[in-house]
């Protein structure tokens, strides 16, 4: 009995901290899963704005447009190193924790070898069938012999027990041993991916520095391009403003003071998706972020945006972030065509629109396309203008629209 106890406890301690680390390291590899995912799409991003980049070096003109997408390469690539180096820390962690496990294991080979050597020499010694049955024929009463045999029963299971158990330790040792060898090399890939993402990082901020520079001897283009925008941008609030006031003029005829049913449950639906509403293009990149904000190059003048502007590939079609009504179909000067959706208390603006599928009044549904993005063909640049509005509130869409 206290033999069984024994490699019963020992058995047991072995199983305990096998699953004990086993989880610890699941859970650090689970961390290196939600990272590698993030890396993923920086890619997909970094990607994308060589793209982007390349699009613009077509027409062989220095633009802000070049700056924009440059700027969120360098974001980008600075983020990835930072995951990267976040990766190589949770490698550190599973390579330190299966080390641990491999000397645990060798510690528990060894203790295992010399108890089974233990119970070879045992049972070298009493290996005639003579000296068993003087050992059974000793007892002093039935009860004591039947116990004796059942001990000799029992010690023959245990060093079977006992050699199955040096094997599959040697085997789950190996398999640590196979591990740790594969995270090390894996910890040495990233290790690489790294040196080559910081050498692409320096050389994007010395592309970063000259374009700067070539952008300043454009000062007065740049102040011009400042004021197209800002003429643009007041012409379209005022077109979503008219558009606002037309509708309650046109609930005050009705009488309808309040929203119905119907828009008050489409409302209540776009409220709930906030923060998981999708792009109103496929693939893009924020160039321009909600609110006031310093030029990127003109020193001390300040620049005020009511949505955000996201850069895509030429010919991208855009499309309808969620479920409405067309209540606005506009052309802008300086901001080409734009549409206007109603979600209850919501509406949803697309501007810089080269065409447009729909019309005043037509209902729309999730991802359907719109229209199709302009391209400026002196620098290549394809940038849809995105707002959101909760009556006559500007919201920041970057809060509402899935980010990655």
């Known amino acids: ?76 690539r600075k983020r990835l190193i930072h ?83 040096i094997i599959r330790t040697k085997e789950s040792l190996s398999n640590k041993v196979s591990d740790l060898e594969f995270k090390k090399n894996e910890k040495n890939e990233l290790l690489k991916s790294k040196q080559l993402e910081n050498r692409t990082l320096k050389v994007e901020k010395t592309n970063k520095t000259k374009l700067i520079s070539n952008l300043k001897a454009k000062e007065s283009e740049l102040k011009k391009e400042i004021q197209a925008k800002q003429r643009a941008a007041q012409r379209l609030n005022k077109a979503i403003e008219d558009i606002i006031r037309k509708e309650i003029e046109s609930r005050r005829k009705k009488k309808e003071i309040d929203l119905t049913p119907e828009a008050k449950a489409l409302s209540n639906k776009f409220e709930t998706n906030k923060g998981k509403l999708p792009w109103p293009v496929e693939k893009g990149l924020i160039t321009g972020v909600f609110g006031k904000q310093s030029h990127p190059v003109l020193k001390g003048i300040e620049i005020n945006n009511n949505g955000i502007d996201i850069k895509t590939n030429k010919g991208s079609e855009v499309r309808a ?29 697309y501007s810089n629109l080269k065409k447009v599928y729909v019309n005043r009044g037509d209902k729309v549904s999730t991802k359907e396309h719109i229209g199709l993005v302009h391209t400026n063909n002196l620098d290549g640049n394809a940038e849809v203008h995105f707002e959101i509005w909760k009556n006559t509130t500007k919201l920041n869409p970057a809060l509402w629209i899935y980010i990655k």
């Open 321 to 349: 972030i969620f479920d409405g009504t067309v209540t606005g179909v506009v052309s802008i000067p300086g901001a080409n065509k734009a549409v206007i959706i109603r979600h209850g208390e919501y509406l949803s603006v």
């Open 83 to 165: 995951v990267i180096n976040s990766e190589i820390v949770v490698l550190n962690k599973q390579i330190v924790e299966i080390n641990e496990v491999i000397k645990s294991l060798e510690r528990d080979l060894q203790s295992l070898k010399d108890e089974y050597a233990k119970m070879i020499y045992h049972a070298y010694k009493n290996k005639d069938s003579y000296s068993r049955l003087m050992f059974l024929f000793a007892a002093e009463d039935f009860k004591q012999a039947y116990h004796r045999l059942k001990y000799l029963q029992q010690f023959s299971h245990h060093r079977k027990t006992q050699a199955k158990l």
């Open 1 to 76: 009995m206290i033999l069984r106890a024994l490699f019963t406890m020992l058995l047991g301690f072995i199983l305990t901290f096998e699953i004990s680390s086993a989880q610890n390291i699941t859970n650090l590899e689970k961390q290196r899963i939600q990272k590698e995912k993030e890396k993923n799409q920086l890619h997909k991003d970094i990607e994308l704005g060589n793209k982007l980049l390349e699009e613009t070096k077509k027409t062989k003109s220095v633009s802000l447009n070049q700056l924009q997408v440059l700027n969120k390469q360098i974001q980008a």
